[in-house]
Structures are given as structure tokens and as C-alpha cells.
């Protein structure tokens, strides 16, 4: 019978019960939207590091494994490595930040290619001249490019000369040489790749590294793309903590003004019921279940927008960010509307039961 009454109550008035459940589930896409970005990007980053093909990874004294820093490695250094014990192939890379969070990469390709095959190219190919650029088919597609299009970088227009399967280091790789001239880094490089004849001894060969070179920080890859976590990036927790805080008190906020409202428009409902000798409680769990459908029911629908989402950012923004749906958030979120909505729902859930049955009758 109570939920019955709740339905009808809610379907009794369509526009708020619409837009209550709208504001909930637009809470609901924004945290999963935020997570999804974070753990996309993480987890793309992590995907192309471990696709470069190599077994241990390089930088110099006082970097971080997820930083935009420029070159402060002497290219001298693959000499040193290329010495060392069951050392295959140990080439180097420049990265250099175009705005936002865009790089473009160096790569001397030869090398590149000795360490994983090469890039696999959907059209056009390598290098043919020092303006020339690669892109992988994602910022391709975003950008409209194609073999022979211009692409303006670094105060300089380039020409793309292939498109190649992402997953592999970079969306916009340049000549290693001319990247280095063009940012003043001649003879400089960001991080180092070394691959050996055998990848068991990946952990006896950091060890050996880290020995000779304390100073520089030196992973295996398994170890580097376990770095690209949300604990690890500075300050990226904390935002999405500030996010859910505010979408939780968005939900709290919406809450309250529908059921006040609801409340105040129900004025002599309630004092029929009560007449009729309903409790507190059950008043009270009349709202209570109005509040949990309408917190449920924005869950399911933010859950799906969040679908939505994803593909606007893969399709529109792909080549800069990427997005990930998260199941596992789907229960942390909707405990988050339901406990905001709870909230927002106990004050004017209080006021109703503590109206008088006569003065209620009375009210017009």
C-alpha cells in the first residue's frame, strides 16, 4: 500500500520528479565521468609505455615516471648502456610538451625499430626528409589528416608522411635530430629505452643498473606502467575527492528542495493520514522511499549517461583524452546519491511529521 502511494505521489508530479532524478544522475556522470577520464588516461599512458617493446626504462637524477620534462639526459648515456652485459638494443627519446597536456616525441626510427618491430603504418610510412611528422590514427582522425596534409607544431608547419597504429610511445612523433635542434636539446634526451638478449634477467640488470647509476631512476616496464595510478599523479586524488564532495552536496541540495517543496504542498495529505492514524515513522517513510526512488533511479540513468559520455570524449577528444567506463564506481556512486538524497530528504521529512493533524486539515 506505502509504495503505492509513493509511486502515485511521484508520477502526481512529473516535471520535479523528472528533473530531481536528472540533477541526481548528472551527479552520478560527473564522478564517473572524472574516474573514467583518470583511469583512461593511466591506463593509455601505461598501454603505449609497455607497447614501446623494452625491458627497463631510464630517466635522469630527480625526474618522476609521470612528469612533461623536456631533455636533461645527455644522449652519451646509450653509449654507457649499450656496454653493458646482455644489452640488445638501448636507444633514447625526447619528449617535448606542445600545450596542455600534448607532447610530441623524437625517435631516431632505426633504432626504434630494432627495439619492437617499428610502428605499423595504415598509410604513407617513414621519414622521408627532417619536416616531415607521424601521427597514429586517432589524432589523425580527430585533426581530419591524412598522408600529405599540414600539420603546424613548434612554430613550424610539417608534413604528414604516415599514419601508424596507436599503442606504441607517442601520438605525434618527429625526427629525433630536429626534434633536438628545433628545442635546443642538441645531443639531449628525456628517457632511455634499453632492451636485453633475454627479458628474465630484467631484475638483475636494474639492480646492476641502479648500482652504477643511484641517482637515476631506472624500472623495469612492469614496474614503470604500475606507476600510472591515480595515487601517483600529484594532486589528482584530492581533485576527485573535491568532485565528489560537491556532487554529493549538489544531490543533497536537490533533495531538499523538492521534498521541502513536497512538503509544503502535501500540507493537508499529511494531515489526513494522520487523521486516519498514521505515526511519524510511517510519514516519515513515505518520503524516505520517495527519496530512494528518485536517488535509485538518477543512479541507473547517471550510470548511462556515462556511456554517453565516453563516447563524445573518444569520438570528439580521443587523440588528447581518453575515457574508461568503471563498474566498479557504479556502487560507490550510487551510495553517494543515495546518502546526499537521505540527507537532503531528512529535514523536510521532519517538518511533516511534526505538523499538527487539525492545523494541517485546516491549511489552504
Excluded at 601521427?135 to 599514419?163: F, I
Excluded at 601508424?164 to 645531443?187: C, D
Excluded at 640488470?205 to 652504477?212: I, L, M, P, S, T
Aim: with cysteine; net charge positive.
Amino acid at each position: 500500500m506505502i509504495n503505492k502511494l509513493v509511486l502515485e505521489n511521484l508520477k502526481h508530479r512529473p516535471v520535479r520528479t523528472l528533473l530531481s532524478v536528472l540533477a541526481i544522475a548528472i551527479e552520478v556522470t560527473m564522478i564517473l565521468t572524472l574516474v573514467g577520464l583518470s583511469r583512461g588516461m593511466l591506463d593509455e599512458a601505461g598501454r603505449r609505455a609497455k607497447g614501446v617493446g623494452a625491458d627497463i626504462w631510464i630517466r635522469p637524477p630527480g625526474s618522476s615516471a609521470i612528469s612533461f620534462s623536456s631533455a636533461p639526459m645527455s644522449e652519451g648515456m646509450l653509449k654507457y648502456f649499450r656496454e653493458q652485459p646482455h644489452v640488445a638494443v638501448a636507444t633514447g627519446t625526447i619528449a617535448q610538451p606542445i600545450g596542455g597536456i600534448d607532447t610530441v616525441t623524437g625517435v631516431d626510427l632505426a633504432q626504434f625499430s630494432h627495439l619492437n618491430g617499428g610502428f605499423r603504418y595504415l598509410s604513407g610510412g617513414p621519414f622521408s626528409g627532417p619536416d616531415d611528422i607521424l601521427v597514429d590514427e586517432r589524432y589523425a582522425k580527430q585533426n581530419h589528416l591524412r598522408v600529405g596534409s599540414s600539420v603546424r607544431l613548434l612554430n613550424k608547419e610539417w608534413r604528414v608522411c604516415g599514419v601508424f597504429e596507436s599503442g606504441k610511445l607517442a601520438r605525434m612523433v618527429l625526427p629525433l635530430a630536429r626534434l633536438q635542434e628545433l628545442t635546443g636539446n642538441t645531443g639531449k634526451l628525456t628517457q632511455i629505452f634499453v632492451k636485453l638478449d633475454d627479458s628474465k634477467l630484467t631484475n638483475d640488470a636494474v639492480r646492476a643498473f641502479k648500482q652504477k647509476l643511484p641517482d637515476y631512476a631506472i624500472y623495469s616496464i612492469e614496474e614503470f606502467t604500475s606507476l600510472f595510478s591515480v595515487n601517483n599523479v600529484p594532486g589528482l586524488k584530492p581533485f576527485i575527492n573535491v568532485v565528489v564532495l560537491i556532487s554529493m552536496i549538489v544531490g543533497f541540495l536537490v533533495v531538499f528542495l523538492s521534498m521541502y517543496t513536497a512538503v509544503l504542498e502535501r500540507t493537508r495529505e499529511i494531515g489526513i493520514l494522520k487523521s486516519l492514524g498514521a505515526g511519524p515513522g510511517y510519514i516519515l517513510s513515505i518520503f524516505l522511499r520517495e527519496t530512494l526512488v528518485l536517488a535509485v533511479s538518477g543512479s541507473i540513468l547517471g550510470i548511462a549517461f556515462s556511456y554517453g559520455t565516453r563516447w563524445l570524449i573518444m569520438e570528439f577528444a580521443g587523440a588528447t583524452l581518453t575515457a574508461m567506463i568503471t563498474p566498479d564506481w557504479w556502487p560507490t556512486t550510487t551510495v553517494i546519491a543515495v546518502g546526499g538524497a537521505v540527507l537532503g530528504a531528512m529535514q523536510p521529512g521532519w517538518k511533516a511529521i511534526r505538523q499538527d493533524a487539525l492545523e494541517a486539515l485546516s491549511y489552504e
